[in-house]
């Protein structure tokens, strides 16, 4: 099943890239982007597997929760405070400058549906299907490391 919702833009390359919002509270997660190349990490409610501290869920990890993620394939890190990247050039996307175009793509922006403005509330979007998730439902990285 095919969910993007549209398009955004990179005002650095002026590449367009899909996308799928996510609303991390209809998703039971947390999210987190690595901070290299704006890989979104998604970290489900649900899963067995939890950090030994508490996590925030419906919105971006808090700091506490980043000590146990796993590195980004890339070799970055996941943190609280990064924000999505162009795939072409890793240039990072100002959820101001995004507005128009998640806004463009939702239906209830017609009923009045503003898109947050940041990128640690409870929406976070995955580009270009690019995500890991602890699910271990596929060959995903496993995101939470082992406690010492």
Not at 55 to 67: C, P, Q, T
Not at 79 to 104: D, G, L, M, Q
Request: charge should be neutral; hydrophobic fraction near 40%.
């Amino acid at each position: 099943m095919d969910r993007t919702k549209g398009t955004l833009p990179c005002e650095s390359c002026g590449g367009s890239f899909a996308y799928r919002l996510v609303h991390a509270g209809f998703n039971d997660s947390a999210y987190a982007y690595c901070g290299d190349c704006g890989m979104a990490a998604v970290l489900g409610a649900y899963n067995p597997v939890q950090p030994p501290v508490r996590v925030r869920w419906f919105e971006a990890i808090s700091a506490e929760v980043e000590a146990y993620l796993l590195p980004c394939p890339c070799g970055g890190a996941f943190v609280r405070n990064a924000a999505p990247r162009c795939p072409s050039c890793k240039a990072t996307w100002s959820a101001e400058r995004v507005a128009e175009a998640i806004e463009a793509d939702a239906p209830g922006t017609a009923k009045g549906w503003r898109w947050q403005r940041n990128w640690t509330g409870l929406y976070f979007v995955i580009v270009e299907g690019r995500e890991v998730n602890d699910n271990g439902a596929s060959d995903a990285l496993q995101v939470l490391r082992s406690v010492r």
